[in-house]
């Protein structure tokens, strides 16, 4: 049977498992639009914006392990997809974008519409392709989709030129196997690696366990808890490692870094072993690097050998699939405990409580966050937005699962919130998920509550208003003098009445007590809520580890009572 | 690649390899072994790049070409010729007031050329970049070079493309 390229596309994409699309449509796209819109398989979602379709997809793919797929015109298209790529290339998600070219004649001669999205993409791709003929296009698709999920997850971008979508019937040949001679990712360990990774960790007498997103993207959280509890050693997990390990484990200690709780950059200071799982010494967890761990050795397990000695020098690095991994090392690792640096944490957890709200009858962010775990008893899929809520969220909601915090990590693009939570939840409709957003961050993506409203996507979206660009307003605060030029947003819109005005829900919160009945009303009311929190403004972040400075100037929030 | 990590490219030559379909790339880099242990693992991590050697420590042979104009009057036309003579590359162009010189070698006899003409006047010169390849094995198991032997094997397996 012959086909059009564009019909040879959706069936690839129906050969990998596909059955959602974000896009938005246009020219050059066209003749994959007219093919798609014969094949109710593929859920097609179209959103507002084309930096909606990316960052939901990326949302769908964190939720749900599968590799999220957008699809876009060309030329402007495509280039507002690139955020949401590129996102997805610093937090290794698995993500297919597929973009519409100019016809193939027309390339390179400043056609309408076009741009050399495969050149302006190629650093922040793991991999891209232009498909210059038709019968390219099931092994470029499959080669997309191998690329994207397997070894370090990336996004992978198919550009394809309008004529190649549309003339030409031609068999469709999907490939068996896949081979590619420039890739390899790795499997198991090398034997020499981890017999020294093993030594280490027997010998350690105050390890810590830093768990980062290749413990998620490799399902290894039955071999994390198995290896943290037979050898006790207690587990920070990073931003991205947040739900690897269960925050109300005793071995938690926390999260580390710049927002990280103090016990957790305490613990790490003065620990001789960090044993790091998936995890890639982000300069946001680090600080400068000549004080930190200035103690400990380091074993580096991750899949990506460019990791190794990239930021940290891996005392012992060990190359390899982190579930495989864990699993040869297990029974290397012999059982122990660690009563004494164990107590010593718990020390540090009560003299530096990072996590102490504020009793006070003003409504603060950290208040919101706090009501919010404990009503859904962290069961949501928490997704965030950029910024001072973003730290907050990571701070007081009480992750319980894997993948049930999705937050823009490596890039910190704003605007993620929204986009990222309908993709959540397509994925995983059988979860709450609730959108945190600054007013910042909502505003750029805002327009996207239409596509909510339009395919019923029930995402709660909490605004965490204090009128500000809050992150930048609290460095201005401590570095810059309290100059706070441009971060003060006079021209917010009413929220409930821009709910009102897309026909949904919109709840307004001023007072404190009004939180927790609030939270209920929006879970009980079908389909998509907007809260806005009016939150107290010139709230601070803390701890605070200022960039390029350690855990030695770490600043903690002045407490003026304690609670025992 | 090499502009978003910051590693600066000395030169760079391309072209077919007996492989068809595939091309060989040779680098020089400057920087450190940290630097150079990162631009190979990140060069490894492109989905089109098949294999990736640093042969910064191996024995290797290394040759550049380069051609350089060079002005001559009828005076010194044969001194430059003479030069041209000792290192062992040729005039492949002459003119009235200039020739051009072809010449062959690894970059410290190329630059060293470009030394010795200077004072006539070089006004332009064209140097491909280096193309280099290890030295085969002889019968004592080494290679026959100035590093005389073994070249740095890296203790872990820590190469592969992800």
């Known amino acids: 049977m012959e086909l059009t390229g564009a019909e040879i596309v959706c069936e690839s994409l129906l050969k990998e498992g596909v059955d959602v699309i974000f896009g938005l449509p246009g020219g050059a796209v066209l003749p994959f639009y007219g093919a798609l819109s014969g094949y109710p398989q593929i859920r097609h979602i179209l959103v507002r914006h084309e930096q909606a379709a990316a960052m939901a997809a990326d949302g769908y793919a964190r939720a749900t392990g599968k590799v999220g797929v957008c699809t876009a015109t060309s030329g402007p298209g495509a280039t507002n997809l690139v955020t949401g790529i590129a996102g997805a290339m610093m937090d290794s998600i698995p993500m297919v974008a597929i973009t519409g070219q100019v016809p193939r004649p027309a390339i390179g001669r400043d056609a309408f519409q076009e741009t050399d999205i495969t050149g302006i993409t190629l650093p922040v791709t793991k991999h891209n392709i232009l498909v210059m003929e038709v019968d390219e296009i099931a092994q470029a698709v499959k080669e997309a989709f191998y690329i994207a999920r397997t070894g370090r997850p990336g996004p992978v971008l198919l550009d394809i030129p309008k004529d190649v979508l549309a003339g030409d019937r031609r068999p469709f040949d999907w490939p068996e196997s896949i081979s590619l001679q420039g890739y390899n990712p790795p499997g198991e360990a090398d034997e020499l690696q981890l017999s020294q990774a093993v030594e280490l960790i027997n010998q350690a007498q105050r390890p810590v366990i830093l768990a980062g997103h290749g413990v998620l993207i490799s399902h290894a959280y039955s071999e994390l808890k198995e290896l943290a509890e037979k050898a006790q050693i207690p587990v920070i997990t990073t931003l991205l490692g947040i739900g690897s390990f269960p925050t109300d484990h005793f071995l938690h200690a926390g999260m580390p870094g710049m927002h990280g709780m103090a016990y957790a950059s305490l613990a790490i200071d003065s620990a001789d072993l960090?044993?790091?799982?998936?995890?890639?010494?982000?300069?946001?967890?680090?600080?400068?690097?000549?004080?930190?761990?200035?103690?400990?050795?380091?074993?580096?397990?991750?899949?990506?050998?460019?990791?190794?000695?990239?930021?940290?020098?891996?005392?012992?690095?060990?190359?390899?699939?982190?579930?495989?991994?864990?699993?040869?090392?297990?029974?290397?690792?012999?059982?122990?405990?660690?009563?004494?640096?164990?107590?010593?944490?718990?020390?540090?957890?009560?003299?530096?409580?990072?996590?102490?709200?504020?009793?006070?009858?003003?409504?603060?962010?950290?208040?919101?966050?706090?009501?919010?775990?404990?009503?859904?008893?962290?069961?949501?899929?928490?997704?965030?937005?950029?910024?001072?809520?973003?730290?907050?969220?990571?701070?007081?909601?009480?992750?319980?699962?894997?993948?049930?915090?999705?937050?823009?990590?490596?890039?910190?693009?704003?605007?993620?919130?929204?986009?990222?939570?309908?993709?959540?939840?397509?994925?995983?409709?059988?979860?709450?998920?609730?959108?945190?957003?600054?007013?910042?961050?909502?505003?750029?993506?805002?327009?996207?509550?239409?596509?909510?409203?339009?395919?019923?996507?029930?995402?709660?979206?909490?605004?965490?208003?204090?009128?500000?660009?809050?992150?930048?307003?609290?460095?201005?605060?401590?570095?810059?003098?309290?100059?706070?030029?441009?971060?003060?947003?006079?021209?917010?819109?009413?929220?409930?009445?821009?709910?009102?005005?897309?026909?949904?829900?919109?709840?307004?919160?001023?007072?404190?007590?009004?939180?927790?009945?609030?939270?209920?009303?929006?879970?009980?009311?079908?389909?998509?809520?907007?809260?806005?929190?009016?939150?107290?403004?010139?709230?601070?972040?803390?701890?605070?580890?200022?960039?390029?400075?350690?855990?030695?100037?770490?600043?903690?929030?002045?407490?003026?009572?304690?609670?025992? | 690649m090499f502009r978003r990590r910051g590693f600066n490219i000395s030169s760079l030559a391309v072209g077919n390899s007996e492989i068809p379909n595939l091309s060989r790339m040779t680098f020089v880099v400057e920087g450190d072994s940290r630097t150079v242990e990162q631009v190979t693992k990140h060069l490894h991590k492109l989905i089109d790049v098949i294999r990736v050697s640093d042969i910064s420590d191996d024995n290797a042979v290394a040759r550049e070409l380069a051609l350089m104009r060079i002005h001559t009057t009828s005076q010194t036309r044969s001194d430059v010729m003479q030069i041209v003579d000792l290192f062992r590359a040729n005039v492949i162009d002459v003119a009235n007031d200039s020739l051009i010189v072809e010449v062959v070698g690894d970059e410290e006899k190329v630059d060293a050329l470009q030394n010795l003409l200077a004072p006539y006047g070089v006004m332009e010169v064209m140097r491909t970049g280096i193309v280099a390849m290890t030295r085969g094995m002889n019968a004592n198991g080494g290679g026959s070079g100035r590093n005389g032997g073994s070249s740095r094997r890296p203790t872990f397996n820590e190469s592969g493309s992800v």
Request: glycine residues 8%; charged residues 20%; aromatic residues 8%.
């Open chain 1, 274 to 564: 960090l044993i790091s799982l998936g995890m890639r010494f982000d300069d946001r967890v680090t600080g400068r690097l000549s004080d930190f761990a200035p103690n400990a050795k380091v074993v580096h397990v991750d899949v990506d050998p460019s990791e190794f000695h990239k930021n940290v020098k891996a005392t012992v690095p060990v190359l390899g699939e982190l579930k495989q991994v864990l699993n040869q090392m297990l029974p290397l690792v012999e059982r122990k405990t660690h009563v004494e640096w164990l107590q010593h944490i718990d020390t540090l957890r009560a003299e530096h409580p990072s996590l102490y709200i504020r009793q006070t009858d003003e409504l603060l962010p950290q208040y919101v966050l706090k009501q919010l775990s404990d009503i859904t008893d962290g069961q949501a899929i928490v997704v965030t937005g950029v910024g001072q809520h973003q730290m907050w969220a990571a701070q007081h909601y009480a992750y319980k699962e894997p993948n049930s915090l999705i937050t823009s990590g490596g890039l910190g693009a704003m605007g993620f919130e929204v986009p990222a939570a309908l993709g959540a939840k397509v994925g995983r409709p059988d979860k709450v998920v609730w959108s945190i957003a600054g007013d910042g961050g909502f505003q750029m993506t805002m327009c996207d509550l239409a596509t909510a409203v339009e395919n019923n996507i029930d995402v709660k979206f909490a605004i965490l208003n204090n009128g500000t660009l809050g992150m930048v307003h609290q460095w201005q605060e401590f570095f810059y003098d309290k100059d706070f030029f441009a971060t003060v947003y006079s021209g917010n819109p009413d929220f409930v009445k821009l709910a009102d005005a897309y026909g949904i829900k919109g709840i307004r919160v001023t007072d404190k007590t009004q939180v927790a009945s609030a939270i209920r009303q929006a879970m009980e009311t079908p389909g998509p809520v907007v809260l806005d929190f009016i939150v107290k403004q010139d709230e601070q972040v803390y701890p605070m580890i200022p960039a390029g400075e350690s855990v030695n100037e770490m600043m903690e929030e002045p407490i003026t009572e304690r609670i025992f």
